[in-house]
């Protein structure tokens, strides 16, 4: 059983920075690829950014290229996005989300199977 529990969310003012952890619990195999993704009122869920937990291999969606990073603990429990340089835009519910893709399929991932509650981020 898969669990993913996001934290770290909270406000900020415009031009600060965040770093949001997900706790990943559960098989290897099912958590082999994490991503990061967020939702703004009133609009789709959008990808961020992905790590294929065994290789470490990240993947960078343009919504928020060159301001985040994501990366993993030596544990690989705890997968991080740091994110710099906010602006009001990018003020959402953000989700970590988990799945079985190859190192390949993470990077192209665009639906995940199991999915954190989210937390909210806010910049002002």
């Known amino acids: 059983h898969v669990q993913l529990v996001e934290s770290g969310g909270g406000s900020v003012q415009g031009g600060g920075s965040l770093v949001l952890s997900c706790a990943v619990s559960g098989d290897e195999y099912d958590t082999a690829c994490a991503g990061w993704y967020r939702q703004a009122p009133g609009k789709e869920r959008e990808r961020i950014a992905t790590i294929a937990t065994g290789a470490g291999r990240t993947y960078y969606a343009d919504s928020m290229k060159g301001r985040v990073t994501i990366s993993q603990n030596n544990a690989k429990d705890t997968v991080y996005l740091e994110m710099n340089a906010l602006s009001p835009e990018d003020s959402g519910m953000y989700y970590c989300?988990?799945?079985?893709?190859?190192?390949?399929?993470?990077?192209?991932?665009?639906?995940?199977?199991?999915w954190g509650r989210g937390t909210q981020v806010t910049v002002s």
């Open positions: 989300a988990a799945d079985s893709y190859g190192v390949g399929s993470c990077q192209r991932a665009t639906t995940f199977d199991y």
